[in-house]
């Protein structure tokens, strides 16, 4: 007979006694909260009707699986304002039912159904999108060490990768960080190999980062932890992408606009096969080349590393997030490149790159 190791709490035991408030609390942290069918709105004037939906909520403590069955018409709602589900566990029979409202500002546990405009209905704002259950979200995902017997540890949880040399299981594991004590580091998945790597150097060609991982303590809590998934966290980064060209001068500096914020742009020109890269880490301003080693890319103006005073034909562009540009300095100050059209790709939005 087994004994109660660990001060475990079982839902549940057999021949329990059983009533709403434990059966409310079986699934709360395991089933995904969310709306998993239906819920869709209809604009009619002023008046929004929500269809039957199918949802996992909670009120942070408990947490149940409730579906309507019939369209539930919102009256009167004010344009801009979200239609909400909520639910609060209260262990009355006639009051335990989850609420349709319109709100300002949804609360902590509301399931977000849309949103109404002046133009019609929205899913996709971008401060409260549609609550979509992430289902897909403890694969590859990067967690602290909750045993304390260990230093400077986290773990990453089993899965997969795909790339042209094939497919590959990255099982659950422990990787050591006791060399990184002080610094920021990525946590990334090579996908040639599936050998999982910790690095302060940006990732490249097949190197999927899945976390960054402040490393300044022994023991590393959960919130030093940044999850950068956005191939399973849906809409949690927004990660937005931006491509183009800029045709140099001899004479003038070429600027672009982004529509966000970037935090990682990487140019090029039309006669060089030589990348460069720019990140938001302050050790590593405005040039980061690509790391020693076999790499398709020559690293050509890069000398020595990571230095942040380049001046002259060393600088081809410069980069400011807080005007959202990419500046392409006139030909006259950057080197042998004559009239070249320079070409960028910038990452930024809420890939959040660097958590310090």
Known sequence: MATDVGTQTVSIKFYDRIDSSIVNKRYNDIRQLGIYKGGWLTKSGSNVIVSPVVCEITDGTHQVRVETTTNVTVTSVTTNYYLVLRWTYTGVATADYMELLA??????????????TAGGIVYSNATYPRTTPHTMDQFLKVVPDNRGTETYKVFIKKGTTQSPSGLNIIYDQKIELTSYNGKTVMIYVDTYTGIVTASEVAAYNGKLVVAIVVVDAEVITADK?????????????????????????????KTVVLPFTPVFVQVWSNTSNSTRFWGTDPNKVDLIPLTKGLDPFNKRYVY?????????????????????????????????????????????????????
């Open 304 to 356: 020595p590393e990571y230095d942040t005073t380049m001046t002259g034909n060393q600088r081809s562009f410069i980069v400011n997030p807080a005007t959202k540009t990419i500046t392409f300095i006139k030909n006259s100050e950057a080197g042998s490149d004559a009239n070249n059209t320079f070409y960028y790709i910038a990452i930024g939005g809420g890939y959040n790159i660097n958590p310090s």
């Open 225 to 253: 932890i940044t999850d950068v998934r956005p191939f399973l966290n849906q809409d949690q980064h927004k990660t937005q992408f931006a491509y183009g060209s800029a045709a140099g001068s001899d004479v003038v500096d």
């Open 103 to 116: 709100v300002a500002t949804p609360a902590a546990n509301d399931l977000v159904l849309g949103q109404l």
